[in-house]
């Protein structure tokens, strides 16, 4: 019988290994697997490679790992928000690397590596600093950037409800990124509510289908 | 008075009229972005009656007012991080359907804050290159592009009295050529390829003193009128 | 008040030109917009490039289309399902074009310019006679084959549910194209079995959201 | 009898015993698509016990048996156009996001049909260049470049009884080197960069008689077994 729940969260992100990208679902701290991330932390892989939205807030979850110093990039299109002072003082310092990426970017180069493709043409960035060194193509007189498919080893997701093949759904504006860093990791684990029995999520309604999700740890309700 | 008076005396609008005008030109079954900060005012000066439908780059469809005190939603925040509500009719969906909406010319209008407009319709507001902070694009450059017209608002200078519309712009683009409409504290620009043609301008100012606050040729247009928002506490 | 709405399928295909591109949603037999094929047959537009996984059945829908001398081109997948012969004949004839594309690359392709692309590189038809002809480029040591993205003036819809505004939700494997062909046309209407009030659809599963649709007729379930 | 006997006599497995024989290396918790035509036959032979997802390219994550007659309902057919069902845990999405799943590596494998296989592992299964009929693409070249493992499922030759394994395919490629393992009514055949190797023969079948029906050289693996099946009605 298919079951991907595990035990515990350490047991969800057991195997990352130092120089892994995470791909960290997430906006602002809505959707966000705190409970993986501060299991990461526990777990020790250091000189990774982060794909999130923003840049970490106070000192939990991601700014933990930064201000542990096991951060060597982060991949994001807004690191200014919240409190993001442990990123700031890492940037500073330059002991972190920051590639910057529009947000609508980020999220279509990880459909791209989902989808199997090897690059696309985006007009995004045209004739715009972020642009500089990429390649670049005019297009029935459009100017196009082209962009890289982005892959993670792992993604660290947060869903409202799980049933044990690891079909998902989300809680509103929580969906955000999760969807979208499911298909795209080697190795996709999500912290979950609650569990649900097979057969009881709506076939027509499932925004994660089972296919993407390898391990499903039960949290509990966000406080 | 005319428009050539150079004494006149004119009052800006503050920024709660400003959302207010631009507010008036989203029309009924407008999709409709509006960016961080000022643009998101906008969505509470919706003429009674009409449906227009506002989209949040974090994946929702069908954006309402702020959550009365005490029943907001961990879980439903807009793009500025704010708490937010759902209307009849608002669906949610994940971050890249929601920038497919932007970038593939789905949304009919996208409301931008800006820090300079060149007269070409060039758009910079994501950065001001300050050395000490890192830069950050968020979903600025998507919407810059993305949407069928791309409207800004914003205050018509600097808070030393400078210009910011401008020939060119000084700041790093978010990209070129897409602005076709200005509203600012003192009047409403529209952008066309015949250059700058002032639409609306507050009540007692003259097109000479919109000039000398605005760097590149202003035209007046032949149906100009006066922008004339309802007294609002600022 | 926003209303799709339209009375008829005539009213629902009106204004399509002589040249058009139309996409056609449905898989086999399943989840075609029947009625809107049969009222654009009576609105008489000409020269029609038609997009659909399959070339037309019978004499009905795509069909008819193609019998009545109204099919410039088709670009499908699989043109020899069912009984195709009006296809057949059209094809054999020479007085209609078939531009064949792999079914996962008709549907990317309109995903592309869906989401606004200038086109993508594609693993799929590299070192087969589909790719001759096209640009193809060597990405981490895999070849790829560059896709052109593809939209519609109209796409042709069926859906199970819609609202005022056309939002909407699909049964079962009837969903297949429509979802994808609704997002890359300029025009889409949709044929619905029933409409349902705004705000009873379920929003966290939707499948179409509203701002792809803009009209909507109701004719009924398939007998 | 050895392997090295010419005059054994072999009895060829019919279309349910290979179908029987692919579902074997099907494993718990597999996510699997089945081409059109035979390969849709093991869906039927999982050992029971074990839970393997089937896809299908229509839009169908967990599809099930065939409908009990008078259940069956128009819009849940199969990638082949027939009646469906959906097992618990089952969804539904559209077309691209089906093939992205093919596309994108997410399936673990995509058992095919095939006209031709070459010792490279390329693949022909799509067009046998008929020049009366329009040629016919469908899924085949998505599935054939997208999923983790690619086996194929053949008769060992074609009705002449000329070999379908080749060293070189003559009929246009699907794609090249995708094939891993080949099921025919005669063997089991991995593709491997050392060359084919034979990991199952018929019971009484010898390596020099089943290399008779094959192009290119086989080699026989180390751990070779009999490829003995259960007796079905054909």
Redesign the interface.
Known sequence: ??DKRVASAAEAVAGVKDGAVVLVAG?????IADDLLEALHEQGATNLTIVHNN?GNGDTGLARLINSGRVAKVIC??????DYSA??NA??AKTLE?E??????I??R?????????????????????AEGKET?E??G?L?VFEKPLKGDIALLRAKKA?R?G?L????????????MA?AADLSVVQVNEMVE??S???????T????IDRVVVVGA?A | MTSSDKTATYKPLNRDQMAWRAAQDLQEGAYVNLGIGMPTRAASYVPDGREVIFH?????LGLGPKPEPGTE??????AG?NYTT?IKGGV?????D???M??GKHLDVSLLGAFEVSEAGDLANWTTEDP???????????LA??AKEIRVIMDHTDKGGKPRILKKCRL?????GCVKRIYTNLAVIDVTEQGLFVREMVEGMTLEQLQALTEPKLQLANNWQSLTPPAMAA
Chains 1, 3 share one sequence.
């Open positions: 019988m298919i906006f602002g701290t809505v959707g840049a299109s807004y690191p200014r928000s919240g990123f700031l940037y500073r920051l910057l990426v529009p947000q609508g970017i999220s279509e990880m459909h791209a590596h989902a989808a199997g493709l090897g690059g696309f043409f985006s007009p995004v960035t045209a004739h715009t600093k972020l193509r297009i029935d459009v196009y049933d093949w079909n759904v989300y809680d509103q504006s929580a969906r955000n990124f999760n969807p979208i298909m097979l057969g999520l709506d076939p027509e309604a499932v925004v289908p089972s296919i993407f966000k | 949040s780059e974090n994946g929702i939603d961990e879980n439903l925040i807009d991080k759902l949610f969906m994940h971050h890249a929601a920038f497919l932007i970038r000490s902070f890192p830069p950050g694009v968020g979903g600025a450059m998507d592009v993305g790093p683009l978010t990209a070129p």
